[in-house]
């Protein structure tokens, strides 16, 4: 089950920690074995496949978009985190991808990395920012997001075939969810 939740003007940004050496850096340049590592790293656990179903030029061309932009969070252990903010609507951002990895879940570093993705999607010329989550993801995220002054104003089923059982991540990722 998908939500798809929106926000029309910036909110008031919650409490988060400081970051300490936590950095949030735009993925520049295009490295494409940085991005998947990544990528792998943060979404694995919740079974993403977005970016692993499209050709690699595609997702290359993406990455390359002026109007697409990724950040990653950066710690001392290397890329954590990831937020992909899609201005390819006028008028609009799309909260494409974002998460951080398993070892981050509970530390604040979510909520250090939406608070710095909020300011730099208002810092564009946009009316609404948006995303979409579904049951797969943290099970606290709806709630995250609704925290951080997203509302909801949809849902939808998604149907899609297991990224384990098509050896597109992991055969033991996502533990609990049970492969089909």
Request: overall charge negative; glycine content about 8%.
């Amino acid at each position: 089950m998908q939500t798809f939740l929106e926000m029309r003007e910036a909110p008031q940004l919650r409490p988060s920690p400081a970051g300490g050496s936590w950095r949030v850096e735009r993925f520049e340049p295009i490295d494409l074995e940085r991005f998947y590592a990544l990528f792998h790293r943060v979404g694995d656990e919740h079974l993403w496949t977005l970016r692993l179903q499209m050709p690699h030029d595609e997702v290359e061309r993406l990455l390359g978009d002026p109007k697409f932009e990724l950040y990653v969070l950066a710690t001392e252990r290397g890329d954590e985190g990831m937020l992909e903010l899609d201005f390819r609507v006028d008028g609009e951002c799309e909260l494409s991808l974002f998460g951080v990895a398993p070892t981050l879940v509970g530390t604040g570093a979510g909520r250090f990395l939406m608070n710095r993705g909020i300011e730099i999607a208002w810092s564009h010329p946009i009316g609404r920012f948006w995303l979409h989550t579904c049951t797969l993801d943290h099970p606290n995220a709806l709630a995250f997001y609704c925290r951080s002054g997203f509302v909801p104003y949809g849902r939808a089923i998604e149907i899609f075939d297991d990224p384990r059982y098509l050896g597109l991540t992991r055969r033991d990722a996502a533990s609990r969810v049970p492969i089909l």
